[in-house]
Each structure stands twice: as C-alpha cells, then as structure tokens.
C-alpha cells in the first residue's frame, strides 16, 4: 500500500512537471483558470466550477452554459459534493439585471459565472474548468468511454440523439453527450439532466481511481489527456495537489445534489426559479465542503 502511494505521488509529480516545461499544446478545447493567485483552501475545503458550454466547435469563452456544476473538496475528511444548477435558473446576473444563470457566461465568460454563482450560493470558488462539445467528445474517446448506470430507457432521436437501454452502459464519446444533452426524455426536463450531468462526473471519478488503482501509471494517460486538450493557468504546484485530492476521492463519498427548483416563465421565456429551500444546502456546502 505505501509502495503503491509513493509510485502514485511520483507519477503526479513528474507529470506536474512535464505540464510545467512543455506549457500549453495547441488550442485549447478544455479551459482551465484559477480564481485565486494560489492554491490556498479555506480551512481544507475546495470549490471548482465545472462548465460544460453549449458551443458546437471550438470553445470559445463567451458562448451559454450548458452545464453548471460547483465541485466542493474537503481535504481533510476526504468527502466531497456535486452542487448542480438548471441552466434555465433565474438569477441575478452582477452588472447585467436579472437573466438565466446560462447567459452569464455569454456576457462575462468564467469570471461573471462564477462573479454570479458566489453571489448565489455565498460559496467562494478557487478554480473554474471549462469544455464545448466537440472537445468533450475527444477527450471521452481518449479515455475510452465511461461506465455509467442508465436509469431509464432513453429514446431523443430528434433532440440530442440519444438512443440508451436502461442498466449499466459503457458511454462512449457520441453516446455521453447525447445522453448528458437529452432533456425531452424525462418528465423532470433540464433538471433531470442536470441531475445526470452531476452522476456523470462521478463516473468519471470512479474511472481514474480504477485504473490508478490498477496501475498508478495510468494516471500518466490522464495527465496526458488534459495536457493535449487543455491550457492551465494554474501553478504547478497547484496541479500537483489537485491532481493528488482526485487521485485519493472515493465516489461512495461525492454526494450529487440538484438545486430544488420550481418552474415558471419570465415573459415568454421559460425559466426555473431556485427554492428558498437551496439557502440550507449552499450553507451546509459552503461549512463541510461536501453535501
């Protein structure tokens, strides 16, 4: 076990510094930033933003969010949640009125999503990471799939393409975004799939601690991965802890939670609006970094 440790730290920091002489490698389909000049915790915990945007190529800063999730990481339970939030919620969005939570990336980018989120939530972020479709597809082909449970049959030829039998699937590139897309197959609509989006990211958790756990090199093809579809800027250090916290998560200890919402319009829009009842859960995250 402390052999297998000690390979898994070495691994992390040779590849840390491999990101850190080589530097960005073409364009840049996953976007990652820090919010902060450095990694410092509050009091152990962590929170990352997760955006999926809804650019069909490229990844373009000022396009609308199609995924919005808070990551939060307690460092020293080692127990961690998934916040998600409807991309139709209704908010205020700082220097621009009221809008839908998507559309503040379109009008700021990162920094206004995440300027509106801690507004929302009282939550402060450390970092925020970003990808569209066409990359998202390329880095789930590189990883080889992921194995997800499906809930449900689930049937969206004219929307996102989705075509899924119920039970455990192996998603691969085409088949996740269409599945983490799909909102006309469920009664629950964009909340429903946000709800996905967030067991989505658990999937992923449980594949890289599966293969490292198999084999602590393995974490060299996902470093490798994110170095050929994603510009950092972040530290190497600051890699190299973040990159040790995923390493060391288990899934049973990532709760996914989905902001209570209740449907309305806002003229002839279609919006959601977020409960009273959301107040206790930012709390409860912002205190134990984890739901």
Not at 87 to 103: A, T
Not at 197 to 218: C, D, M, N, W
Request: aromatic share 6%; no cysteine; charged share 15%.
């Amino acid at each position: 076990m402390i052999r297998r440790a000690a390979a898994l730290l070495l691994t992390i920091a040779v590849v840390a510094g491999v990101t850190t002489l080589t530097g960005p490698i073409n364009a840049a389909p996953v976007v990652m930033g820090s919010l902060r000049e450095s990694f410092q915790p509050t009091d152990g915990k962590v929170f990352i933003l997760v955006i999926g945007n809804d650019s069909r190529s490229g990844n373009p800063t000022h396009s609308r969010a199609d995924a919005i999730h808070i990551v939060g990481i307690n460092t020293k339970t080692m127990k961690a949640g998934i916040l998600n939030f409807p991309r139709d919620s209704w908010v205020n969005i700082p220097g621009r009125g009221s809008g839908k939570i998507n559309e503040a990336l379109y009008h700021g980018g990162p920094a206004l999503l995440a300027q509106t989120l801690q507004n929302v939530t009282g939550i402060d972020l450390d970092y925020w990471a970003m990808v569209g479709f066409q990359h998202f597809r390329k880095i789930i082909h590189a990883l080889g799939g992921v194995k997800m449970h499906v809930p449900t049959r689930v049937y969206d030829p004219r929307g996102s393409g989705a075509r899924l039998s119920a039970g455990m699937q192996k998603l691969g590139s085409h088949q996740a975004l269409a599945y983490l897309r799909t909102r006309h197959s469920f009664g629950g609509g964009d909340v429903t799939r946000t709800s996905n989006q967030g067991r989505f990211l658990i999937a992923l958790l449980k594949k890289l601690r599966g293969e490292v756990g198999h084999s602590p090199a393995a974490l060299l093809r996902w470093m490798s991965v994110t170095q050929r579809y994603a510009r950092y800027d972040m530290s190497a250090d600051e890699l190299f802890r973040l990159g040790v916290i995923a390493t060391q998560l288990k899934p049973k200890d990532v709760d996914s939670v989905t902001v209570p919402v209740s449907v309305g319009s806002v003229g002839a829009a279609s919006v959601v609006f977020i409960s009273g009842g959301a107040r206790s859960i930012y709390q409860r995250f912002r205190l134990n970094g984890s739901l």
